[in-house]
């Protein structure tokens, strides 16, 4: 059993950045591929990106890519979802997802278990 708690969302401005952590209850954090996804009202929870178990290999949905950034720290059981230059079109509930590692997967089906969320509002 995984618990994943997001925290660092919040209100922002256009144009600013926001660092989301995702904190994991487990001894065997190392075990587990880590996902970011996001669902804005009325839409499907869409993929972000994703980092292997040891953070070698990751990968970004095309609309994020030259704007977010995915980290992990091991040591502190931690996953990590760099924001910047955020528009409106960011707003949305953020989550942090676990999966066993093995193929570096985008589709949410493949991520056993899920935090609560954090919400991001962009807005002026």
């Known amino acids: 059993q995984v618990q994943l708690v997001e925290s660092g969302g919040g209100l922002v401005q256009p144009g600013g950045s926001l660092r989301l952590t995702c904190a994991a209850s487990?001894?065997?954090?190392?075990?587990?591929?880590m996902g970011w996804f996001r669902q804005a009202t009325g839409m499907e929870r869409e993929f972000l990106a994703a980092i292997s178990w040891s953070g070698g290999s990751y990968g970004y949905a095309h609309s994020v890519k030259e704007r977010f950034t995915v980290s992990r720290d091991n040591t502190e059981n931690t996953v990590y979802l760099q924001l910047n230059n955020l528009t409106p079109e960011d707003t949305a509930t953020y989550y942090c997802a676990a999966a066993l590692k093995g193929f570096l997967s985008q589709d949410l089906k493949d991520y056993r278990y899920w935090g609560q969320g954090t919400q991001v509002t962009v807005s002026s």
């Open positions: 487990t001894r065997t954090f190392s075990d587990y591929n």
